[in-house]
């Protein structure tokens, strides 16, 4: 799989440059002919002076290459020594190959992943512990900030009922400190 991801990566990430042919042959494979250029290209704004040799890929069987010529490539900008023909990006095989790799490693990966969990749970456990603690810490000091504020603001604004008629309100204003019951009759 890293190495799929690592090569979709290479060949999405090319700029442009001129290739000048060093050796060029044809090779018999298993999927039939096709060449094998060795190229030479510099890399404009490089902090490396020297200029790269790479095998070029995505070549054409029926295309003529002369040694010697210079024909427009691109490098890749991840790997300094891959050199392209053409700019086209992953191919759809590429793609469902990595899609592919990614399926089979999931399983793989959560495996590890509840393993790496299940040894570091002695160490993980008293963390897990505080942080639970938190939001009932939380609570507790937001209790506290909101009680204090309502208990001083009572012993401020004492409530006072008011009167609805004159006897009540004469009532009231002798009544120093007690506190007279709206049902009881003045």
């Given at each position: 799989?890293?190495n799929?991801?690592?090569y979709?990566?290479?060949?999405t990430h ?10 060029a042959s044809?090779?018999?494979?298993e999927?039939g002919?096709?060449?094998?250029i060795?190229v030479?290209?510099t890399?404009p704004?490089?902090q490396?002076?020297g200029?790269h040799v790479s ?7 029926d ?9 427009p ?6 790997d ?7 700019n086209e990006g992953?191919?759809a095989?590429d793609?469902?190959?990595m899609?592919v790799?990614v399926t089979i490693?999931?399983p ?6 509840r393993g790496?969990v299940?040894?570091?749970q002695?160490?993980l456990?008293?963390?897990?512990v505080a ?7 939380i ?6 900030l ?8 009572r012993?401020?604004n004492?409530?006072?009922p008011l009167a609805?008629?004159?006897?009540e309100a004469?009532?009231?204003?002798s ?6 019951p ?5």
């Open positions: 799989m890293w799929e991801a690592t979709i990566y290479k060949i090319l700029e442009p440059t001129s290739c000048t042919i060093q050796r044809i090779i018999s494979g999927n002919d096709f060449w094998a060795h030479n290209y890399i704004s490089s490396f002076c200029p095998f070029l890929e995505n070549t054409d069987i295309t003529l290459y002369t040694v010697n010529s210079t024909i490539c691109f490098y890749s900008t991840y300094l020594n891959y050199a392209s023909l053409s992953a191919s095989v793609i469902i190959t899609a790799a490693c999931i793989f990966v959560v495996f590890f992943l790496l299940t040894c570091l002695p160490l456990l008293p963390c897990l942080l639970k603690a938190i939001p009932n810490k609570a507790q000091s937001g209790i506290v909101t009680k204090y504020p309502v208990e001083t603001m012993k401020w004492r409530f006072v609805q008629s004159e006897e004469f009532s009231l204003e009544a120093d400190e007690k506190t007279i709206r049902d009881s009759p003045v």
